[in-house]
């Protein structure tokens, strides 16, 4: 694996944290590449059936890692995503799990949602926080 010069950045939390917001900031001020991958499976049909009973395409988590691999090993790219599990750990040199307070998240939703029919908010507000520590290994690829 060659040197990376530019560290690699995943922002990750649940829908609503402001992952999406952060990270494009990030990506202005520090020069960084700056890659939501909720849009880069839209743009590429990454995607691996429907979900029925939540009614939105399943991530292909195998074409997006393909996708990324010759990117981050490139570095400088700051990834959002609510999950980290797919990704292989040696691309990111600092992960950071954005939360905030279930009333300003809630608060948040709504609005973003009003008028909607969203099962994402909704399984988002009856969810309870990962107790999943960020020493524990992650999958390796």
């Not at 990270?23 to 995607?47: P, T």
């Not at 890692?65 to 010759?70: G, I, R």
């Not at 995503?81 to 939360?99: A, N, S, T």
């Not at 709504?110 to 520590?133: D, H, I, L, Y």
Request: with cysteine.
């Amino acid at each position: 694996m060659k040197k990376v010069n530019r560290p690699n950045v995943l922002l990750t939390g649940t829908p609503g944290v402001g992952k999406t917001t952060l990270g494009k900031e990030l990506a202005q001020r520090s020069g960084l590449e700056y890659v939501n991958i909720g849009d880069l499976a839209q743009e590429g049909q990454l995607f691996d059936g429907f979900d029925e009973e939540y009614q939105c395409p399943v991530l292909d988590e195998d074409r997006v890692v393909d996708e990324l691999d010759e990117k981050m090993v490139d570095g400088g790219v700051i990834v959002d995503y609510h999950g980290c599990d797919f990704f292989p750990e040696r691309w990111f040199h600092i992960v950071f799990v954005l939360q905030t307070d279930n009333t300003n998240l809630y608060n948040r939703l709504e609005r973003a949602t009003q008028g909607k029919n969203c099962k994402t908010t909704c399984s988002v507000r009856s969810s309870r926080p990962s107790t999943r520590r960020p020493s524990e290994p992650t999958r390796q690829r």
